[in-house]
Antibody, heavy 117, light 112 residues
């Protein structure tokens, strides 16, 4: 059974950093690209970043470019999102999801990030 | 960015009825490989999103065949036949043809 479990969320002050993790199991992690997708409270879904299976290619939405870094450790089957210079508008539930030609087949349960002083 | 316009924003339907949700994109979603990367997701209350349909019309694993998707280029439709209580939630269309990937604003389905 495919499982994606996010961790690392919490309350953080504006301008500070936070690192999210997504532990994957039940599939060959190194064969799949991965996404981070977020959802602000009571809002819709917003794609944040993606990474290729090897980690050699990464993609970001403009609003997080230069502040967020997506990475992965295939030996540990874990995806990361390093978030620096956090802003109030980054407050959201962050989901990791598998990437494929079939869209977003699998999602984690999400982790809440609150940016507030 | 590709804008995904979903209508209606909300629906209220009785069990057993059929409904359709529209999703229109601001650009063609046909990729250079000839495939169209338009997908449909359902987010049930308090849950993570779940993929229903991928590449316009392909049913995701374990998804009932009451769900069907049609469309091409910039105009897509999700149809739910014989709505059941478990179908309530917010439906999103999503495109993964063009970066940045984008989602529709959602259609909230309520059961009468």
């Amino acid at each position: 059974e495919v499982q994606l479990v996010e961790s690392g969320g919490g309350l953080v002050q504006p301008g500070r950093s936070l690192k999210l993790s997504c532990a994957a199991s039940g599939f060959t992690f190194s064969n799949y690209g991965m996404h981070w997708i977020r959802q602000a409270p009571t809002k819709g879904l917003e794609w944040v970043a993606s990474i290729s299976p090897s980690g050699g290619s990464t993609y970001y939405r403009d609003s997080v470019k230069g502040r967020f870094t997506i990475s992965r450790d295939n030996a540990k089957s874990t995806l990361y999102l390093q978030m620096d210079s956090l802003r109030s508008e980054d407050t959201a539930t962050y989901y990791c999801a598998t990437a494929s030609y079939g869209g977003y087949p699998y999602w984690g349960q999400g982790v809440m990030v609150t940016v507030s002083s | 960015d590709v804008v995904m316009t979903q209508t209606p924003p909300s629906l209220s339907v009785a069990i057993g009825q059929s409904v359709s949700i529209s999703c229109k994109s601001s650009q063609s979603l046909v990729y250079s490989d000839g495939k169209t990367y338009l997908h449909w997701l359902l987010q049930s209350p308090g849950r993570s999103p779940k993929r229903l349909i991928y590449q316009v019309s392909n049913l995701g694993s374990g998804v009932p065949d009451r769900f069907s998707g049609t469309g091409s280029q910039k105009d897509f439709t999700l149809k739910i036949s014989r709505v059941e209580a478990e179908d309530l939630g917010v439906y999103y269309c999503a495109q993964t043809t063009h970066f940045p990937f984008t989602f529709g604003s959602g259609t909230k389905l309520e059961i009468k």
